[in-house]
């Protein structure tokens, strides 16, 4: 394959990757707005903190590739709204960690609940399954993992798959 011919695949990968970012992105909004949250930044970071109870601001700010003054605006909305508590570490009074309460995590169940029917990706993975298999979509997802850590390397990603356990665990 000679550079043209790749600069065109790389092209065409960078495209479909944006019409997919743009649609998700304006999902993750819509979402956000139904559980009447400010942000979909801050829908993310309920998930975060789902996954990770008393996880690190700055951790939170690293997975959700935000600047952590920006994690801490939200986090300040969130306590506002009753959605998460903060306390600082008893071991460095600099690092606060963030927690969800009884109305934050009723917030994550229903954006799980919701979430086939708000996030247009839900759907055409199913009608991936349904085309091509389970087989295939994992494989399809392994590859999406790797892209993922390629890109950012593997320790930035790292959570996503040890939150896996505990989304699912909201469908059983």
Known sequence: MDKA??????LEVLNVLRAIAVVNKD???TAAKKLSLDSAVQ???L???FCFEGVRVTQIAEWAFWHPSSIVIHVRKLMEKELVTIEKSDKDGRVVNVYLTDKGREVVYLSRKEAS?????????HNLV????????????ECL??????????ERIEWLNESEEKIRSLTR
Do not use: P, Q, T
């Open 27 to 29: 999902d993750w909004e």
């Open 117 to 125: 029917e708000v996030f247009r990706i839900a759907s055409a993975i």
């Open 130 to 141: 349904e085309k091509y298999g389970r087989n295939v979509v994992a494989l399809f997802m």
């Open 47 to 49: 998930w975060i903190v």
């Open 5 to 10: 011919d790749r600069s065109f695949e790389i």
């Open 43 to 45: 829908l993310n970071i």
């Open 145 to 154: 993992r790797f892209l993922a850590s390629e890109i950012h390397g593997k």
